[in-house]
């Protein structure tokens, strides 16, 4: 069956540092894989999409991540992180038919 | 333009009592998903719209829940008899392909039931 898993329930940067999400997926086939961040009361908004071709795909407000399949994984990467990113960052499977699946978040903190 | 929107914001329901939710998506997006979003997880499906046609609501929990889109632009997500545990937020979210394109999302409506 197919599944999204991201390890870290939440994470702190200080502003300014590096930040990498994790996220590893299960699913049969080449998937479609997303980003999505959710601010506290919000809906989602799409960060990023990969659906092909080059592996390092780029997304708003500066993130970025890369697909390896070889290690089933589509982590998220921001070089220099702002107190404004602090939010939650869900990762998700579009599975080829009509459901993506999301799993169960990140919650980033962000100190100064 | 606008986004998919979504009334009411929050929904406080004795046990028992039956909600109506509703989604206004973008305008002219094919697609419209329900998600169930409980504290501290991740989205998790309901079901799908392809224009009117509901083609997947293998994620409804029971028969208690309900959903419609009879024009193939606004629709409701019905609960009867509401009970505790379907405590969550309701996001609704559109698209203008299948579930594969990335999901506009409205802000939800929280749903608390006493």
């Known amino acids: 069956a197919q599944s999204v898993t991201q390890p870290d329930i939440h994470i702190t940067v200080s502003e300014g540092a590096s930040l990498e999400l994790r996220c590893n997926y299960s699913?049969?086939?080449?998937?479609?894989l997303f980003w999505y961040v959710q601010s506290p009361g919000q809906g989602l908004q799409l960060l990023l999409k990969?659906?092909?071709?080059?592996?390092l795909v780029q997304g708003i407000k500066g993130f970025e991540a890369e697909f390896k399949r070889s290690q089933s994984s589509f982590n998220l990467r921001k070089p220099s992180v702002h107190w404004s990113d602090a939010a939650e960052y869900f990762c998700?499977?579009?599975?080829?038919?009509?459901?993506?699946?999301f799993g169960a978040g990140t919650r980033l903190f962000v100190k100064a | 333009g606008a986004g998919v929107s979504q009334s009411p914001r929050y929904k406080v329901a004795k046990r028992g009592q039956d909600v109506a939710l509703r989604c206004d998506p973008i305008?002219?997006?094919?697609?419209l998903f329900w998600y169930q979003q409980a504290l501290g997880q991740g989205p998790e499906f309901l079901t799908y719209?392809?224009?009117?046609?509901?083609?997947?609501k293998s994620g409804l929990p029971s028969d208690r829940f309900f959903a419609e889109r009879p024009e193939g632009s606004v629709s409701t997500l019905k609960i009867q008899r509401t009970q505790q545990e379907d405590s969550a937020v309701y996001l609704c979210?559109?698209?203008?392909?299948?579930?594969?394109?990335?999901?506009?999302f409205g802000n939800g409506t929280r749903l608390t039931v006493t």
């Open positions: 979210a559109s698209s203008p392909g299948d579930g594969n394109s990335p999901l506009h």
């Open positions: 719209f392809q224009n009117e046609a509901q083609l997947d």
């Open positions: 699913y049969g086939a080449t998937p479609y």
């Open positions: 990969y659906f092909s071709g080059d592996t």
């Open positions: 305008s002219g997006h094919v697609s």
């Open positions: 998700a499977v579009g599975t080829g038919g009509f459901k993506t699946i």
